[in-house]
């Protein structure tokens, strides 16, 4: 935990490869398993709110062309990588690239990061009316050039998953494999069940009606701690899809930081091989 703070980082707690591919054998036939032996330990790394500055260094320093999230998130993972021991038999993986394609979603439940939720699990006929409201409300607004025309895509109701501090307000970036090691011992925790279901019905459809204005990210309808949040850079940078607004928006602020470090000399490399 304490490697990871510079980069605004977080990691999970130990799990295990069994865990994570007996839930992908249970709710998807199997897909995007972890071919490592059930017992090796693994680690979830994400990304928490001030990321961006770690990006805006890593941009400024090596100044990459384009996938301008995923080039910070790979030095950080090699420079960890570096940082193994060999027996340890480590694979350090980006899970926003691939081959192979991991379920972020999968390994934040059974690695007990963040709840996940589903229409499907509130019961009721108030809950059966709630979900075919927002199906409804879904199927007339969603883009049938992006979802097609069938009418279950245009209805379907996606699961999210929720941080109990960081709310939506976190990213998944890497998995961290140890195949060298075996920890047959360890006992998986429960999941995490932390919203009141009022909240939960209020993220899960603030997630698939409005996504990009972020309202799903925040715990409660009154909000969301500031601290624990993405302020209003962050906000714009990663909801922006335009890979040149993205850059352009790293130049003007890398020149901006060089011109506040040149007069004062109190902007540093955050990023760089340690």
Not at 105 to 115: E, K, L, R, S, Y
Not at 261 to 272: D, F, L
Request: net charge negative; with cysteine.
């Amino acid at each position: 935990a304490a490697w990871c703070e510079p980069y605004r980082f977080e990691c999970s707690k130990p799990f295990l490869v069994k865990w994570y591919n007996d839930k992908r054998s249970d709710i998807a036939g199997g897909t995007q398993r972890i071919e490592a032996p059930d017992t090796a330990v693994c680690f979830a790394l994400y990304s928490i709110p001030g990321y961006l500055d770690v990006i805006v260094d890593h941009f400024r320093r090596v100044r990459p062309k384009d996938g301008f999230v995923d080039s910070a998130t790979n030095e950080i993972l090699g420079n960890l990588r570096s940082s193994l021991a060999p027996e340890l038999d480590a694979r350090v993986i980006n899970t926003d690239m691939g081959p192979p394609y991991f379920h972020v979603q999968t390994v934040g439940c059974v690695a007990a990061i963040d709840q996940h939720v589903e229409a499907e699990e509130f019961k009721g006929d108030d809950a059966a009316h709630w979900r075919e409201e927002l199906s409804d409300a879904l199927e007339e607004t969603r883009d049938t050039k992006m979802w097609g025309t069938e009418p279950a895509q245009l209805r379907k109701i996606f699961a999210v998953n929720v941080h109990p501090k960081w709310g939506g307000w976190y990213a998944y970036r890497g998995l961290l494999i140890l195949r060298g090691t075996s920890a047959e011992h360890l006992q998986p925790p429960q999941p995490l069940q932390f919203l009141p279901p009022t909240e939960a019905k209020r993220i899960i459809s603030e997630y698939n009606r409005r996504h990009q204005e972020c309202l799903w990210r925040d715990l409660t309808a009154d909000g969301h701690p500031p601290d624990c949040r993405y302020n209003t850079d962050e906000y714009f940078f990663f909801t922006e899809t335009s890979p040149a607004k993205r850059k352009r928006w790293l130049e003007l602020k890398a020149d901006q930081l060089e011109k506040e470090g040149a007069e004062g000399g109190r902007w540093g490399p955050c990023c760089g091989k340690r």
